[in-house]
């Protein structure tokens, strides 16, 4: 009873920010960006909790309790993409946010094109990653609720999806942010709090690292021998799969429409100065501890403390083991708000993606404000039932479907946006041909992985090769375009 009075009240306290954050409301630019308005740690929170997800708590976690040590780069990896997207993309496209008015990426990449067809396929994109991402979400909530209230998992996606359809529907960026705060504020001091519980209970680093060893000795080394196939499933993580996992990480992370669109939201330019490294820092120091929380669950699980069914549960199980019986319920939450900080981000990327990309920009030009909220928030329920739908039969594994997400996400956003904020020769040619290619390539090279032949790194590299390999010949091969004066100074900096 004491887990449902504390998961109802959570709940409950989303839902009244979303209904207080609809008051705020007036135009489209405040339900797509706040207004433009967010402070510095608002800011923070925003970009930190939108790239903690059930990933980071659940798929990272599991990772450690499957594969050990060697799975420990992507906490490195992870925290940089959250620096990259504000320092190395975010800042330049905020000056420029700033002077034009973009409400999105797709805005931005349409105008340093000077192409729709730019922005509609940008569009596509946005749509079936964050779909794909929005999946892994819903069955990362899934196995958080059937846990604690051991209900089948399509009440508990239909439950889960419920609350946070409501909220970012009625409030938009300001329900985004304003529950981002509260969740990420949860995910910090939770992890803080529970990692040394959990880890002790293990019998502590070096006892956990002697139980890993006698599994597999590679467990407690930097990566696994580079042989291919691997000699075991969770041994996939050699060199050449660690270079991948970078590419992927810090760079497709960092362009992910959910994450970069963070920074237009951003109030003033100070707060580019310190955020990316108080992101990092923050970040790097969650995810080392769940990481480690994965560790100390396995060793549990080895010696009969717990039992972990799949490696996805591995932190909650620890959790449970660990926390005295009272106090587990509360940090449950935790929980729920890694996996719900992203999940209403990603909503709302789908929501203004549909009603202002799309319909305001592709469909209907002369579309109201009030026009564009109502399509945004009609599709971002049409979603919400789609990727039910998707959730219901996930992925053995649940960071898979993530990082199939991921992979599309760098083979597609990253050569046009790096290119086009650096490179004043890159083309509306090339953005368009490294765009359908790189998209194109990482659904082949994904299919083939999975379901022909593994390849010994992430697929994605591949199809990021052939994304940036077209960005530069296409360009180099068409016609420069004419770019104003005051663009000019923008993007070279």
Not at 49 to 58: E, H, K, N, P, R
Not at 220 to 234: K, S, T
Not at 272 to 289: C, D, N, Q
Not at 316 to 330: K, W
């Amino acid at each position: 009873m004491i887990d449902k009075i504390i998961v109802v009240a959570y709940f409950a306290a989303m839902l009244f920010l979303g209904c207080i954050a609809s008051k705020k409301i007036r135009n489209v630019s405040d339900y797509i960006v706040g207004g433009r308005s967010l402070g510095f740690w608002m800011f923070v929170m925003l970009v930190m909790a939108s790239t903690t997800s059930g990933m980071t708590l659940l798929g990272v976690a599991g990772l450690g309790y499957a594969a050990g040590w060697p799975t420990i780069w992507e906490q490195v990896f992870v925290p940089l993409a959250c620096a990259l997207s504000i320092s190395l993309f975010g800042y330049r496209i905020w000056l420029q946010a700033r002077k034009n008015g973009y409400l999105t990426v797709q805005d931005f990449l349409a105008c340093r094109y000077k192409s729709e067809a730019v922005r509609t396929i940008s569009s596509v994109a946005v749509l079936v990653t964050c779909i794909i991402y929005l999946t892994g979400q819903y069955t990362a909530i899934a196995i958080v609720l059937n846990w604690l209230f051991d209900i089948p998992r399509s009440q508990a996606l239909i439950l889960a999806a419920a609350i946070v359809v409501a909220y970012v529907i009625l409030g938009g960026l300001y329900a985004v942010a304003w529950t981002t705060f509260v969740q990420g504020m949860a995910i910090i001091v939770g992890v803080l709090l529970t990692a040394p519980f959990i880890i002790s209970a293990a019998g502590g680093i070096e006892h956990i690292n002697s139980v890993l060893a006698s599994i597999d000795a590679n467990m407690v080394e930097p990566f696994y021998p580079q042989v291919h196939p691997p000699y075991a499933g969770y041994a996939f993580a050699t060199p050449l799969f660690i270079v991948s996992f970078f590419f992927l990480l810090s760079f497709g992370l960092a362009t992910a429409p959910h994450i970069i669109n963070n920074v237009l939201t951003a109030k003033s330019e100070r707060d580019f100065k310190w955020s990316p490294l108080v992101v990092f820092v923050l970040y790097a120091i969650v995810m080392y501890l769940i990481k480690l929380t994965g560790f100390a669950a396995r060793a549990m699980s080895e010696e009969g403390i717990i039992s972990v069914p799949k490696p996805d549960y591995a932190y909650i199980a620890a959790l449970e083991g660990a926390m005295p019986p009272v106090i587990y319920p509360i940090f449950a939450v935790v929980v729920l708000a890694a996996v719900m900080s992203t999940t209403d981000r990603l909503m709302l990327t789908i929501g203004s993606t549909v009603g202002w990309d799309i319909y305001k920009n592709v469909i209907r030009k002369k579309a109201s404000d009030s026009e564009v909220t109502l399509v945004s928030r009609i599709s971002i329920l049409a979603v919400a039932v789609g990727t039910i739908l998707l959730a219901i039969n996930p992925p053995k594994l649940l960071a898979f479907i993530i990082w199939m997400g991921i992979g599309i996400m760098l083979s597609t956003f990253v050569a046009p946006i790096l290119f086009g904020l650096y490179w004043h020769r890159a083309t509306k040619e090339g953005a368009i041909a490294s765009m359908l290619f790189g998209f194109v390539t990482s659904l082949i090279f994904g299919y083939y992985h999975k379901f022909v032949s593994p390849l010994p790194f992430h697929f994605s590299l591949l199809s990021f090769a052939v994304s940036v390999a077209t960005m530069v010949v296409v360009s180099l091969i068409t016609k420069p375009m004419e770019v104003f004066v005051e663009e000019e100074v923008a993007v070279r900096g």
